[in-house]
């Protein structure tokens, strides 16, 4: 009877929002339902992780929609527990409309703008229209198949050597100033960058998710490592 109590709260409390969150902040403006929990009911000191606040859920590398997906849940850098969570996410996407030989630069003919359950690709941002017309096909597309990084080659948003902003928060800390990335990504990605400005130790490096544009702040996911 607890784990039913525990499952119905989690889908309805901070858990189902925390990962709700985690899936929008990768993919952008989509909508996410969380249709089953499993795992639920670790301890975050004395209560539910659902109600630890503010709770994080992290999706493991490599997940993908449609699949159920093993999310770590955090509170601060403290790890409280997991889940594994089958979900149902719908927005709009670009669809081809007919197919498209691998390696063509595909026309705006060729697609149309849908609303759809997106299923099978990974928790990452879907490519526009704009983005779209005139890019290569990454293999042969047959008509009807949703269009991702990973189906045509989108140019990065933020290019290895780009100076970018960034911000860095450790719980009510946050740090910001003018860094340089280190590697190519599109908005959501996880990517290297070495600071600018404040000075740091040789080999130090930080890990940003960056939210829109070539200049723009973003949420520190990894560390401070210095060379021995």
């Known amino acids: 009877m607890w784990h039913v109590i ?4 989690a889908l309805t409390g901070r858990v189902a929002v925390a990962i709700e969150r985690a899936v929008q902040e990768r993919m952008g403006n989509v909508r996410v339902a969380v249709i089953e929990l499993t795992r639920t009911g670790e301890r975050c000191d004395s209560v539910t ?16 929609l449609g699949r159920p997906i093993r999310f770590i849940l955090a509170v601060g850098d403290t790890r409280v527990g997991s889940v594994v969570a089958k979900l149902t996410v719908t927005g709009t996407a670009v669809r081809s409309s007919h197919a498209v030989a691998h390696r063509e630069n ?31 096909a ?3 597309l047959g008509a009807g198949e949703i ?14 050597g780009d100076k970018v902003k960034v911000s860095l928060s450790t719980g009510a800390t946050q740090v910001t100033g003018v860094g340089r990335a280190s590697d ?12 600018i400005e404040p000075p740091r130790p040789q080999g130090a490096y930080y890990r940003t998710r960056f939210g829109g544009g070539r200049s723009m702040n973003g949420r520190c996911q990894a560390v401070n490592r210095e060379r021995s």
């Open 147 to 160: 269009l991702t990084t990973s189906t045509v080659v989108v140019p990065p948003v933020v290019k290895s």
């Open 6 to 9: 525990a499952l119905n709260l």
């Open 184 to 195: 190519s990504g599109q908005v959501g990605d996880l990517i290297r960058g070495r600071p």
């Open 49 to 64: 992780v659902a109600e630890c606040e503010p709770l994080v859920a992290l999706p493991e590398p490599g997940s993908r």
């Open 106 to 136: 595909i026309d705006a003919d060729a697609i149309e703008l849908v609303e759809a359950e997106l299923e099978g690709m990974l928790l990452e941002r879907l490519p526009t229209m704009a983005e779209i017309v005139g890019a290569p």
């Open 138 to 140: 990454r293999r042969a």
